[in-house]
């Protein structure tokens, strides 16, 4: 599955409000400048905090 491109340039990081990386392999979201991943769940994004993932 691909996210749509317009989607993509509109969501930002709800911690930092920087933009966000889509990471196709992992269907999620990512925000470097947070270390947080976001999951993308059926084609909708979950940009909640306590759903992220915590990078490496």
């Not at 911690?15 to 979201?29: I, M």
């Amino acid at each position: 599955m691909t996210l749509d491109h317009a989607l993509l340039e509109r969501l930002v990081c709800p911690v930092t409000r920087s933009n966000l990386l889509w990471d196709e392999a992992r269907q999620e979201l990512v925000s470097e400048a947070a270390g947080l991943a976001f999951p993308v769940l059926g084609g909708i994004p979950v940009m909640l905090v306590e759903a992220a993932r915590r990078l490496e």
